[in-house]
């Protein structure tokens, strides 16, 4: 996966000059010490964000609304990574809810 970019700078010597940059999985630090929060991570580009993560050994939590389809993705990664467990946790959450939000708030203060 390799995302790349181009940003817009905003200096007074050039302020049209555009600058781009790409980052790579191999440009990844080791994440060992990090928890990282992904929303929509049971498919598509969230899904191989978790995956990225996890192979830098990160610890992340999977926000996903659908508990089922969470803990069919959560299967598949564990499965293909062979990352622990405890290295990915599922916390149900939908963004367009605010007393989901303020509930996955409380269960991820528990987890941490
Ligand atoms: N965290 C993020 O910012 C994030 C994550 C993934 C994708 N995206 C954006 O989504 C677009 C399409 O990406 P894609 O091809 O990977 O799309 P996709 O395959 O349709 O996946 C979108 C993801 O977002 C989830 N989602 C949608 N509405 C949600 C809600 N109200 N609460 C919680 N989760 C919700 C979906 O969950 P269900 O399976 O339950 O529908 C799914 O996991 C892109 O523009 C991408 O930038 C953003």
């Known amino acids: 996966m390799e995302f790349s970019s181009t940003q817009s700078t905003n ?9 781009s940059f790409t980052f790579a999985n191999e440009d990844m630090p080791n994440l060992s010490t990090k928890i990282a929060i992904v929303t929509g991570g049971n498919i598509g580009i969230g899904f191989e964000v ?4 996890l192979l830098h050994e990160a610890t992340v939590i999977m926000a996903c609304r659908n508990q089922q389809r969470m803990d069919a993705a959560i299967a598949k ?15 149900i959450l939908d963004v367009s809810n605010f007393a989901s939000i303020e509930q996955f708030v409380t269960n991820f203060s528990s987890y941490v």
């Open 77 to 91: 990664l564990l499965e293909e990574t062979k990352v622990p467990p405890e290295k990915l946790v599922g916390l």
């Open 50 to 53: 978790v995956r990225q993560l």
């Open 11 to 19: 200096n007074n010597k050039d302020n049209n000059m555009a600058k």
